[in-house]
């Protein structure tokens, strides 16, 4: 299968672009820049030269030259929106496949660091976070999409973690570099649900191969809340573990950092594992605990005196 990537060089794209070309397929990513586009070709991957603004008819011209095509990409909300609906309008008639990555941002919501009840699966309803309206949009841009005789899907996976995250275990060790304490929000209850790259990658593909067009499929293996990640971390360390008011959170990890390591977002992967046969190998995202990430943080942890 031909297969373009619109965010090949991300974490979640690119992960998806180097299995799916170790599997034999023939993989295209959308390239922005010369360096980005050698290091596409050193991993087999053939670069677009093209990016989700001025040279957006590019990625649109190598979308209708694939079989399929991932959109991936981490771009701002008014690119993204332009992008999709070029994508959707392109493809209509075609009967070819786009998949679109969503996340667990849309279904977020707001407790300052306490436990939420509210979980999820792909069809249950929900108000979406005000921040992720756009993406939302996107995701009804794309399964409606369906009806204009494209193959297209959405998956929406939890917290994503595995070998270079920027996740919440690192974000956690990065407020120890910060406070001298690994910390947490107000209680440290609220719960994300949370998936290891592989299995995305492993979705993804099952998705390619049999999932129906208007697909919503979401991905999660298991939940961890934030402040046990915050004992497990500060355990590693030897240092000890803080509650942060939201005010404080800021000044560690910013504004919009506060607002992720505070919040809750549960699903349930119910369609994934009924319509295709999708279930988690790995559940368990203490393991992270103790990897290179912690040596980093030790580096950078303040000397107390």
């Known amino acids: 299968?031909?297969?373009?990537?619109?965010?090949?060089?991300?974490?979640?794209?690119?992960?998806?672009?180097?299995?799916?070309?170790?599997?034999?397929?023939?993989?295209?990513?959308?390239?922005?820049?010369?360096?980005?586009?050698?290091?596409?070709?050193?991993?087999?991957?053939?670069?677009?030269?093209?990016?989700?603004?001025?040279?957006?008819p590019a990625a649109v011209a190598a979308a209708l030259r694939a079989h399929a095509v991932v959109y991936a990409a981490q771009a701002a909300p008014e690119q993204e929106s332009a992008t999709v609906q070029d994508l959707v309008?392109?493809?209509?008639?075609?009967g070819r496949t786009l998949v679109f990555l969503s996340g667990r941002g849309v279904l977020m919501q707001r407790t300052a660091g306490a436990w939420s009840p509210d979980v999820f699966a792909e069809r249950d309803?929900?108000?979406?976070e005000p921040l992720a309206a756009f993406r939302k949009v996107a995701e009804d841009t794309v399964l409606a999409a369906a009806g204009d005789g494209v193959r297209s899907m959405v998956v929406r996976p939890g917290l994503i973690w595995g070998p270079g995250d920027h996740g919440h275990v690192s974000m956690v060790y990065r407020s120890v570099a910060t406070t001298g304490a690994a910390a947490y929000v107000g209680p440290g209850l609220n719960t994300y649900s949370h998936v290891h790259i592989d299995d995305?990658?492993?979705?993804?593909?099952l998705?390619?191969?049999?999932?129906?067009?208007?697909g919503l499929y979401h991905a999660?293996?298991?939940?961890?809340?934030?402040?046990?990640?915050?004992?497990?971390?500060?355990?590693?360390?030897?240092?000890?573990?803080?509650?942060?008011?939201?005010?404080?959170a800021a000044g560690v990890w910013g504004e919009f950092g506060a607002l992720i390591m505070a919040a809750s977002s549960r699903i349930r992967a119910v369609d994934?594992?009924?319509?295709?046969?999708?279930?988690?190998?790995?559940?368990?995202?203490?393991?992270?605990?103790?990897?290179?990430?912690?040596?980093?943080?030790?580096?950078?942890?303040?000397?107390r005196v």
Not at 89 to 94: Q, S
């Open 1 to 56: 299968m031909d297969i373009f990537v619109i965010g090949a060089t991300g974490f979640v794209g690119g992960h998806l672009a180097r299995h799916l070309a170790a599997e034999g397929h023939t993989v295209t990513g959308l390239a922005r820049t010369g360096a980005a586009a050698a290091a596409l070709r050193a991993q087999g991957i053939t670069p677009v030269a093209a990016d989700l603004d001025a040279r957006r």
């Open 89 to 94: 309008r392109a493809l209509a008639g075609t």
């Open 125 to 128: 309803p929900f108000t979406p």
């Open 200 to 205: 995305v990658t492993r979705l993804f593909t």
């Open 207 to 214: 998705a390619l191969a049999g999932g129906r067009a208007g």
């Open 220 to 248: 999660v293996a298991g939940e961890t809340p934030n402040r046990w990640i915050a004992e497990r971390v500060a355990a590693d360390l030897g240092v000890a573990v803080r509650s942060l008011t939201p005010g404080e």
């Open 272 to 303: 994934s594992r009924r319509e295709l046969g999708w279930h988690p190998e790995r559940s368990d995202m203490l393991t992270m605990i103790g990897e290179a990430r912690a040596a980093r943080a030790e580096r950078l942890r303040p000397v």
